[in-house]
């Protein structure tokens, strides 16, 4: 399988997971924006960087920050959310973008959150959003699984469209006659080079199976283009099982028998709920790690949870799907090795307890951080 879609990726050619074209040089430094943000942001993303930097000074890559101070404060004390100059440099002076998280009740609306996030996500045209769902430990999931079942799927969620383009409007707010319309937006376009990114990652990393979550019979216009571009994209792929299933359908399954789905791919508001939900599978948002991407080498990686302001200032946040989340920025940035001794790490610490008190320990944020920041070093198959 790996062959043949090997072939179809050079003769087809065109919108595939790509490697990177704007690429530095092996070894090269990788020049990493930071976007701590709100609540529990700043909290993981000090580990993150810590557990980087313990990897760089182990030689395992080379790695230099610049914080962004973009956020609820920033905004409430100079009315900026993202700003022009802001946006500009991140897109042009660095190679990755890391991100804590972004909201804050003293923002309700949460206008600089979908500023910052929605700004980055539509504006660098980071189409692709990688939500990989991992069981790491067997104890994790609150499923019973037998012994030989495990969890390993990747959720691609389209990230610049459906809902989220803001296309609709408000009459009357605020009263009784009130009328509100969001709009979803489906191109083909959109759709297809997501898809297709769906299937070209399926075949990189030899996953068997791509299903396709819609609401096809409810919402026939968006969802029906999604449904017939899915299938033209997966005409291309005959060594890769192709599915659609309805996504009220697929969340029951999803739950029942979650080790039957390897890739799938959705529209955007179905791959935050769906994303979250498998979250939950395997040990909740403390560990679920993201990538946005454009496949050409651009991205914004991030924990798919938010600012959790509950847990804010507590020191009890996890801060594993952040660190996960700067191994996948890694990977994406030709460190490899980086990237799997820190994912070792993390493993090794859900083995050995090393845990916060999502994962039914009674470790900090930063004792977390600072263990695997001095076990990133070892070499994964020795932990
Ligand atoms: P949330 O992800 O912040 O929290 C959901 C639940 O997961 C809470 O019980 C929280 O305590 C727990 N949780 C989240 N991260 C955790 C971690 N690292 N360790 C341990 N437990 C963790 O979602 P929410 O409560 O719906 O939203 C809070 C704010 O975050 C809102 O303003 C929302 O808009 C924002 N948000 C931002 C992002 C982002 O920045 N990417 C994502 C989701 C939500
Ligand atoms: C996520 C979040 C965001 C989203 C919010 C904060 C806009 O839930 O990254 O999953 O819906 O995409
Ligand atoms: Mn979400």
Redesign the pocket.
């Known amino acids: 399988m790996a062959l043949l879609c090997g072939v179809r990726l050079a003769t087809i050619g065109s919108g595939g997971l790509k490697r990177p074209v704007r690429k530095r040089d092996p070894g090269g430094v990788i020049r990493v924006a930071l976007i701590p943000?709100?609540?529990?942001?700043p909290e993981?993303l000090r580990e993150a960087c810590r557990v980087l930097e313990a990897a760089a000074a182990a030689g395992l890559l080379s790695v230099e920050f610049e914080e962004f101070p973009h956020g609820a404060a920033h905004y409430l004390a100079t009315g900026e959310t993202l700003g022009e100059d802001a946006f500009a440099r991140l897109r042009d002076g660095f190679d990755a973008i890391l991100?804590?998280?972004?909201?804050?009740?003293r923002v309700p609306d949460?206008a600089h959150?979908r500023d910052i996030?929605l700004g980055l996500r539509f504006g660098l045209d980071l189409f692709v959003n990688l939500r990989p769902v991992r069981l790491r430990a067997p104890d994790l999931t609150p499923l019973r699984l037998s012994d030989d079942e495990t969890i390993d799927i990747a959720i691609i969620r389209e990230n610049t469209e459906g809902f989220y383009t803001g296309s609709g409007g408000s009459l009357r707010e605020g009263t009784p006659q009130e009328i509100a319309i969001s709009e979803s937006v489906a191109t083909y376009y959109g759709v297809e080079r997501v898809v297709r990114a769906a299937f070209e990652f399926a075949c990189r990393t030899g996953r068997e199976r791509v299903t396709l979550a819609d609401k096809a019979n409810a919402v026939p216009h968006v969802y029906g283009l999604w449904r017939r571009t899915f299938l033209e994209v997966a005409a291309g792929y005959p060594d890769v099982e192709a599915e659609t299933r309805y996504v009220d359908a697929l969340a029951m399954e999803l739950v029942r028998d979650p080790g039957r789905f390897d890739v799938i791919v959705t529209e955007n508001l179905l791959g935050d709920i769906l994303s979250?939900l498998a979250a939950g599978l395997v040990g909740?948002?403390?560990l679920a790690p993201s990538a946005n991407l454009d496949l050409k080498g651009r991205g914004l990686y991030?924990?798919?949870?938010?600012?959790?302001?509950?847990?804010a200032g507590t020191g009890?946040?996890?801060?594993?799907?952040?660190v996960l989340s700067a191994a996948m920025m890694a990977r994406e940035n030709g460190a490899a090795e980086a990237a799997d001794h820190i994912e070792a790490a993390v493993d090794r610490a859900l083995r050995e307890g090393i845990r916060?008190?999502?994962l039914g320990g009674d470790r900090g944020t930063e004792e977390v951080g600072a263990w695997l920041a001095e076990k990133v070093t070892e070499s994964p198959s020795s932990v």
């Open positions: 943000g709100d609540g529990i942001g993981v991100l804590g998280a972004v909201g804050d009740e949460g959150a996030l979250d909740g948002l403390g991030e924990p798919v949870h938010g600012s959790a302001p509950e847990l009890t946040a996890n801060p594993m799907a952040a916060t008190p999502d």
